[in-house]
């Protein structure tokens, strides 16, 4: 029998997971739906991401032209980072394993008027055209992939020299097994039970191995639920979700 959670044909992901986003696919940009509280946890590690690209290629003169700007956004699912940074001006593409995923960011992109480059295929495959960017972003998608060091080999890859390589995600800590398993999956199920699997969270200097000597690490930054306010807010603590910022030597 074939073990799905493995590496399959060459490829590096999972058929589990993706059935399991083409499943939440349709609701990812309703702002009254179930998944609010992920829309507004995205709100807020966009402008994380924002304020980075901006320091690093706004050289004192904010914002930068993101209109000379490319950039790649590795599993764009249904396109919440991809297509407000095309409205910003950039070069946007944006890729994910699920077909259904860049069908829904696509139909979005055009109701909203946004030039998106959306494509059906994986980050190996990019690399296999030779391309790189500017900015390549990979966002919560590396806690989902079999072979995680390959993915940030992958993205790595993609950048310039001098560009910018953006990650985000959980770090394997018990207070993750707690806030993001156990409090987001279970008690207030802020998201279906399995979306996640703890043992493929991971620690902050593990993505610090995997992106390699090429590369200096620039910035990181935790985030943190105010319940009571229900915002997203930045923290120094990287014990639950983070994102690091890593420039590639020029």
């Not at 297509?83 to 860049?102: F, M, Q, W």
């Not at 950048?159 to 953006?166: A, E, M, R, S, T």
Request: charged share 25%; aromatic share 8%; proline share 4%.
């Amino acid at each position: 029998m074939l073990d799905k959670s493995k590496k399959t044909g060459g490829s590096n992901f999972s058929e589990d997971e993706i059935a399991r986003f083409d499943a939440l696919a349709e609701s990812w940009w309703d702002p009254k739906g179930k998944y609010k509280t992920a829309l507004d946890f995205n709100r807020a590690r966009l402008d994380v991401i924002k304020a980075q690209i901006e320091n690093h290629f706004g050289k004192g003169k904010l914002p930068p032209d993101y209109s000379t700007l490319s950039m790649i956004d590795i599993g764009s699912g249904g396109g919440l980072i991809s297509e407000p940074l095309a409205k910003l001006g950039a070069h946007v593409t944006g890729i994910d394993a699920s077909a259904v995923s860049v069908e829904v960011a696509k139909r979005h992109a055009e109701k909203s008027g946004v030039d998106v480059n959306y494509r059906h295929m994986l980050s190996s495959e990019v690399v296999g055209e030779g391309l790189q960017y500017d900015v390549v972003i990979n966002a919560e998608v590396v806690e989902h992939v079999p072979d995680q060091r390959q993915l940030i080999k992958e993205c790595a890859s993609l950048v310039k020299p001098g560009g910018l390589l953006i990650l985000a995600t959980l770090n394997r800590t018990f207070k993750s097994y707690i806030i993001a398993i156990v409090g987001a999956e279970y008690v207030m199920r802020y998201l279906p039970i399995g979306t996640h699997d703890w043992r493929k969270f991971v620690k902050p200097r593990e993505l610090q191995q995997w992106v390699g000597g090429a590369f200096s690490l620039k910035h990181q930054v935790g985030m943190k639920l105010n319940p009571l306010k229900g915002e997203w807010l930045t923290t120094s603590s990287l014990a639950v979700n983070f994102i690091q910022t890593y420039s590639r030597d020029e």
